[in-house]
């Protein structure tokens, strides 16, 4: 639920934002051309540098996943309420720890599923995504349609940036699962202790 939350937003956010930052700062190609090498070596830095310092120091990958979100949340509500061009290229430096829950959130769930059943979740994961995807990228563009519309009883002063404050929206939303599924792993390993530590002490007392 929590990757296709993210893959909804995800896409909605990519699919509008040309046409956004066109209608709000005249930018060319090029200049989207330059925001996008931005914030994309902005992920891969978070990718190859910061994500294996984060695991280095063993925390645990729904917090790195947390991480994510809140980046992404701040993102795109800069995105929304950006007056000046140079706004969204802050924007994409804010938000560059945006594609590690993916990472993250795969990882977790590859430790929490029988080693038989891994190909069959995440060949799940795969086709509710795409799924995910295409009704994410019709709901937003029409949605950003309907918010160049300033009449419209929803958008208020949030005009075209309307789609991005929706995101965050749903992204906060996301951030209590997060939570609940920490406390669920940390209940897991906490039994699964105890349940070593029984067995040790099991096995030393029938070996004395």
Request: hydrophobic share 50%.
């Amino acid at each position: 639920m929590l990757l296709n939350i993210l893959t909804f937003v995800t896409v909605g956010e990519f699919d509008t934002l040309y046409l956004f930052v066109v209608h709000r700062f005249n930018w060319t190609a090029n200049m989207f051309a330059n925001f996008l090498f931005t914030w994309k070596l902005g992920q891969i830095l978070a990718l190859i540098i910061c994500l294996p310092l984060l695991k280095k120091y063993k925390i645990q990958d729904l917090r790195i996943a947390m991480i994510g979100f809140l980046s992404k949340i701040l993102g795109l509500i800069l995105f929304g309420t950006s007056k000046y061009g140079y706004v969204i290229f802050i924007a994409a430096i804010i938000s560059m720890f945006d594609s590690t829950p993916s990472t993250t959130l795969r990882s977790n769930i590859s430790q929490n599923v029988e080693k038989q059943d891994i190909g069959k979740i995440f060949a799940l994961i795969a086709c509710t995504e795409s799924i995910t995807a295409i009704i994410s990228s019709l709901f937003f563009t029409k949605l950003y349609s309907i918010s160049l519309n300033k009449d419209a009883w929803f958008i208020g002063h949030a005009g075209n940036g309307f789609v991005y404050f929706l995101g965050a929206c749903l992204l906060l939303l996301a951030l209590p699962l997060i939570e609940y599924a920490r406390r669920i792993d940390r209940k897991t390993e906490q039994e699964r202790s105890s349940i070593t530590e029984q067995t040790n002490g099991e096995e030393d007392s029938n070996e004395s």
